[in-house]
């Protein structure tokens, strides 16, 4: 049985592109058995209904319980855990609370639940969220994990993967393995729509290009899938494939420009990233001394830094950097 701090380790160096055999001798493990575990990845611990359990310690104390939910069947368990422990018991709020479900008076109407139903391949929730985990067998060392899930609104079926990265590939990876699951893609991610997935893509990686499609094209979504959430096309469906390669053809493109433009002015500081700003958007030395309240011998030799740091030769190839 492999500990969960050795599975992370492996699934870490499979990470990164360590092969099968030579993580099998690294760990002293057989390779299929490293095979097996790569291909399970980390699995989340499944819950089985609770039994009642032991009420040794609540059994001097059950009368009571009944007395008083019959008296006043609206006092809840963590009230009468109090009451209880002020009489001497020493269990878990637990107990109390498993006794107090299977006695409660059940007259009247139950609260009702409010449930979000919706046919089936509709909707979907999508989620993930962070964890800071200590091992047992690594004392004092905390890693963070992040657990991917994805819930269908209509069956209420739950997809999820531990994951040790939320990074822009694994995001994406982890809803593939998800929609290859389920046999589809949601219409409707929940909270998380299209934008809100492009707005959290960008996040990830600022130099990502993003297409929106569509089978029910509006003018206003139109607009702000290029405005305002920075999309190079907007395609209705069912799509033209021409279009459809143009545009992806456009997107890498326009990529490789963002990589290669953030890859060369990563060594700017941020007042040559302000002149740099401003000079790729056509102002002049003087507009932009005036606008950031420097001399314009300032903002010269800000701009001739910006110009060896970057490794142009005049201001049209600035521009060009600037796309």
């Excluded at 994805?150 to 822009?168: C, E, I, N, T, W």
């Excluded at 589809?184 to 893509?201: C, K, N, Q, S, Y």
């Excluded at 002049?284 to 001739?304: C, Q, W, Y």
Aim: one cysteine or more; proline letters at 5%; a positive charge.
């Amino acid at each position: 049985m492999i500990r969960l701090g050795e599975l992370m380790m492996i699934l870490e160096l499979h990470r990164q592109g360590v092969s099968i055999s030579a993580i099998a001798r690294r760990t002293g493990r057989d390779p299929k058995t490293i095979r097996k575990y790569i291909e399970r990845g980390v699995e989340g611990p499944v819950y089985g209904p609770r039994a009642l359990g032991r009420s040794n310690k609540l059994a001097p104390y059950l009368e009571f319980l009944r007395e008083r939910v019959t008296a006043f069947p609206d006092l809840t368990a963590a009230r009468l855990t109090r009451e209880i422990r002020e009489l001497g018991y020493m269990g878990a709020y637990t107990a109390v609370k498993r006794f107090l479900a299977a006695i409660r008076p059940e007259n009247g109407p139950k609260p009702f639940e409010v449930r979000f139903e919706t046919p089936p391949g509709i909707q979907a929730q999508v989620d993930f969220a962070r964890f800071v985990v200590d091992f047992a067998d690594e004392p004092g060392i905390s890693r963070i994990v992040w657990l991917f899930s994805l819930v269908l609104g209509h069956s209420r079926f739950l997809f999820a993967r531990y994951v040790m990265h939320q990074d822009l590939q694994t995001l994406l990876r982890c809803h593939m393995q998800a929609f290859e699951t389920i046999g589809g893609v949601p219409i409707e991610m929940g909270d998380l729509d299209g934008f809100a997935f492009a707005d959290r893509i960008r996040s990830l990686d600022p130099t990502t290009a993003i297409i929106f499609m569509t089978a029910w094209p509006t003018t206003a979504n139109a607009v702000d899938s290029v405005r305002r959430y920075g999309g190079l096309d907007y395609l209705e469906k069912p799509l033209d494939e021409e279009r459809l390669l143009a545009a992806v053809a456009e997107g890498v493109d326009w990529s490789r420009q963002r990589r290669r433009q953030m890859s060369r002015t990563a060594a700017l500081s941020p007042r040559e990233r302000q002149v740099f700003e401003l000079l790729i958007q056509g102002h002049s030395n003087k507009v932009i001394a005036g606008m950031l309240g420097f001399s314009p011998k300032t903002v010269e030799d800000h701009r001739a830094s910006v110009m060896a740091k970057t490794g142009v030769n005049g201001l049209a190839q600035l521009i060009a950097l600037g796309g």
